[in-house]
């Protein structure tokens, strides 16, 4: 695999992932991923954004309480 930005060799590491949801945000220290070594790009295959959904749901679902009122 071939990095998009810079044709770069991409290896399986760990990058870290943000993201902003409604009333939250969330930070991931390592997520599993195909990593660049040139240019330090890194591409999620469909396990780890499967991952990172069904977090995602399990904390909407765990933080509604939290969020409703605002
Ligand atoms: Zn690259």
Do not use: N
């Amino acid at each position: 695999m071939k990095c998009f930005y810079c044709q770069g060799k991409m290896v399986r590491g760990v990058t870290p992932f943000d993201v902003t949801r409604r009333g939250y945000h969330v930070h991931f220290d390592a997520v599993p991923a195909w990593v660049c070594e040139q240019c330090g790009e890194a591409l999620f295959d469909s396990q780890a954004v499967d991952l990172i959904e069904h977090s995602l749901d399990t904390l909407d679902e765990q933080t509604y309480q939290m969020r409703v009122a605002a």
